[in-house]
């Protein structure tokens, strides 16, 4: 099962992985596997969603993260992530990360979570895979469902909060929330990070850190998007 939670400014992918293997432990690559479908301009003025996210329990989710630009290849690796708070402060490892690879025990469920960003300016199209190896042969499994996320540098910006969708207007500091507040710095930082010079180091960053798994699964070749 793999759900998409709220496209927004700072849209994620929660990836249920559930082994249905009966006899064997399955060995799943320490990465994901992401293939652009598609890429368009962003229409001049949009409206986007800060999602507050809600507190939650359980267990620690697996992070990656997953850069898009129209620049990358038509499939590529998403690397594992540093734990970060949902505001994108800085991050850390957990103990042990990042893996060289996850295992699957017969009806197994591992909790995925990949945040998304795209590069400023363009709605993005794409499928998640997870490469897996069982006795021996490696294989994907990709996702039915095709996701998009964007990001606008011209929009309309709203705020959700405990099912509450609020437009979130320029007002001068003493008039604001601490929320508001947190929300504008968010953006402003996204902006940033999401420009075209960012997404590339960005990109660099994380080709890098595929090319040092080590790991014995073999990644898919792939051209550039046409």
């Known amino acids: 099962m793999i759900h998409l939670s709220w496209v927004h400014d700072s849209p994620y992918l929660q990836l249920d992985v559930v082994s249905q293997v009966e006899d064997e432990t399955l060995k799943v690559a320490p990465y994901l596997l992401v293939e652009l479908t ?7 003025t949009v409206d986007q969603v800060y999602v ?42 957990e103990e042990g990360g990042p893996f060289t690879y996850f295992t ?8 995925f979570t990949a945040f ?10 794409f499928r998640v895979g997870i ?3 069982y ?14 996320v964007g990001l606008a540098t011209e929009r309309r910006r709203w705020v959700a909060r405990d099912s509450i969708l609020s437009e979130l207007k320029s007002s001068s500091g003493a008039d604001r929330s601490d ?8 953006w402003e930082r996204t902006l940033d990070k ?17 090319r040092n798994y080590e790991t014995s699964f073999k990644l898919p070749q792939s051209g550039k998007q046409e």
């Open 38 to 44: 598609g890429i368009e301009p962003i229409p001049p």
């Open 52 to 93: 507050i996210p809600a507190p939650c329990g359980g267990g620690r989710p697996d992070l990656f993260e997953i850069t898009l630009s129209p620049d990358r290849d038509k499939v590529f690796a998403a690397p594992q992530a540093l734990r970060r708070d949902m505001l994108g402060k800085d991050g850390r490892w």
């Open 104 to 111: 699957l025990e017969p009806g197994e469920r591992e909790v």
């Open 116 to 125: 998304v960003r795209p590069q400023v300016g363009y709605y993005h199209h």
């Open 131 to 133: 490469q897996y190896s």
């Open 135 to 148: 006795r021996g042969q490696e294989d994907v499994y990709w996702s039915d469902k095709e996701f998009i």
């Open 179 to 186: 929320v508001e507040k947190d929300v504008e710095e968010f």
């Open 194 to 210: 999401h420009s075209a010079e960012s997404i590339v180091e960005q990109i660099a960053s994380e080709e890098h850190a595929i």
